[in-house]
């Protein structure tokens, strides 16, 4: 009778190792997928391409998959005013610095008076920096409020504060004030600066020389 062959079996550890590179392998090559097939980690340029993409500056070139970039391909003007329209939703700046001499607007309310406005328009929410400017203008001293709303003067309210245009023994006495303010939006939104006198019956005073600017960023 002859004797059995002893069953050879691999050592544990390498039994071990193999079990582990097919279990981990696997779910390792899914977790490293880029932006973009065409733009490997090893392109110089990869985290901006992955930054214009997570920021949707670049969609893609080859829709509707849009699963590339084309990095080496030339930029047309047409694709170039895309990036900077998508680029200016995503970080962007718009209003009136200073109005023209002369552009003013009678303050003769207890309720807010509209003096400028500054669209919003992102893509998607962002943080939004307010800043305004009014130079009040009147015959006398004069009080009131200064305030930026969402939308119009009966809207949400963001900064508010008050002026005070004392007698300075002028024909015309005037003072320059200043308002910031922030906000959180997702859509378009409109942001107006409004003024408005305390005392019913004083005589109007004017909103001279004005400002409202907006700047905004990606929301974290």
């Known amino acids: ?6 069953i ?7 039994v071990v190792a193999a079990v582990l590179a097919t279990v981990v392998g696997v779910p390792v090559a899914v977790i ?17 391409i992955t930054w214009m993409k997570d920021n949707e500056v670049t969609l893609g070139c080859n829709p509707p998959a849009n699963t590339e970039y084309c990095p080496t391909d030339n930029v047309t003007r047409e694709q170039m005013a895309a990036f900077m329209r998508r680029l200016a939703q995503t ?30 328009s992102p893509k998607d929410a962002v943080n939004v920096t307010l800043n305004a400017h009014v130079v009040i203008a009147a015959n006398g001293p004069r009080s009131g409020s200064y305030e930026i709303h969402r939308e119009s003067c009966s809207g949400d309210l963001i900064s508010r504060s008050t002026w005070v245009v004392p ?28 003024v408005d006198k305390e005392a019913a019956g004083d005589p109007p005073a004017a909103a001279a020389q004005r400002g ?3 700047s905004w960023s990606p929301a974290a």
């Open 1 to 6: 009778m002859s004797t059995p062959s002893p």
């Open 8 to 14: 050879r079996t691999r050592p544990l550890r390498w």
């Open 32 to 48: 490293a997928a880029d932006a973009f097939n065409d733009v490997p980690d090893s392109n110089t340029f990869h985290s901006s």
């Open 91 to 120: 970080f962007g700046n718009a209003g009136t610095q200073v109005t023209e001499v002369g552009d003013t607007v009678a303050i003769d309310s207890t309720t807010g008076v509209e003096v400028l406005s500054v669209v919003v």
């Open 167 to 194: 007698d300075q023994g002028l024909i015309i006495d005037l003072d320059a004030f200043a308002i910031t303010g922030s906000d959180v939006v997702e859509a378009e939104t409109t942001y107006v600066l409004c």
């Open 212 to 214: 409202l600017t907006a």
